[in-house]
T-cell receptor, first 114, second 113 residues
Framework: DVKVTQSSRYLVKRTGEKVFLECVQD?????MFWYRQDPGLGLRLIYF???????EKGDIPEGYSVSREKKERFSLILESASTNQTSMYLC?????????????FGDGTRLSIL | EDQVTQSPEALRLQEGESSSLNCSYT??????LFWYRQDPGKGPEFLFT???AGEEKEKERLKATLTKKESFLHITAPKPEDSATYLC??????????????FGPGTSLSVIP
């Protein structure tokens, strides 16, 4: 079974802090994704990566950056956290081929920015 | 603008009471439609992929169908363990970039014993 592990289940940070969310997958998947999930809005794609050191903006990249130095690890960075970034963050991975394959999700990080 | 909607927002069923969830989409160039199940405090778990109108997939008490404008997730004789939020996601074709996947807001299903 594919396992996608997110480093924290719950995180509380202050406005202006730089925040790192980490995600690791163990199935050698080429693609990795970061989403945020808010009630009534569904999952919205922040960034995705189709290879090491490669990244593409999703629908809502403003205020975020990402890093993929190793194939199994994809980090989401909030450069200067703001209260409107309080949300559930979900990481996912899939085999290659763009968005053709189903995505495997981690259990999420619930981030609160105070 | 590409859009995915789901109805109803919430559904309460008695155990054994069959029903359907709807996913409607307006996208330019459908490349596939995914159904996921999400339990509280967990990430979404993949259920089905459908690629073309008329296609059907089944898994236990669940059956997914696809038309040109919508997909249905039929739940036959549900049990309490089927309680979850069901998400649909549509993969659409972009000429200039990678395809994208748009998620609907989900339907929260509660099955009462």
């Amino acid at each position: 079974d594919v396992k996608v592990t997110q480093s924290s289940r719950y995180l509380v940070k202050r406005t202006g802090e730089k925040v790192f969310l980490e995600c690791v997958q163990d199935m050698d998947h080429e693609n990795m994704f970061w989403y945020r999930q808010d009630p009534g809005l569904g999952l919205r794609l922040i960034y995705f990566s189709y290879d090491v050191k490669m990244k593409e903006k999703g629908d809502i990249p403003e205020g975020y950056s990402v890093s993929r130095e190793k194939k199994e690890r994809f980090s989401l960075i909030l450069e200067s956290a703001s209260t409107n970034q309080t949300s559930m963050y979900l990481c996912a991975s899939s085999v290659g081929g763009g968005f053709n394959q189903p995505q495997h999700f981690g259990d999420g990080t619930r981030l609160s920015i105070l | 603008e590409d859009q995915v909607t789901q109805s109803p927002e919430a559904l309460r069923l008695q155990e054994g009471e069959s029903s359907s969830l709807n996913c409607s989409y307006t996208v330019s160039g459908l490349r596939g439609l995914f159904w996921y199940r999400q339990d509280p405090g967990k990430g979404p778990e993949f259920l089905f992929t459908l690629y073309s109108a008329g296609e059907e997939k089944e898994k236990e008490r669940l059956k997914a169908t696809l038309t040109k404008k919508e997909s249905f997730l039929h739940i036959t004789a549900p049990k309490p363990e089927d309680s979850a939020t069901y998400l649909c996601a549509v993969r659409s074709y972009l000429k200039t970039s990678y395809d994208k996947v748009i998620f609907g807001p989900g339907t929260s299903l509660s099955v009462i014993p």
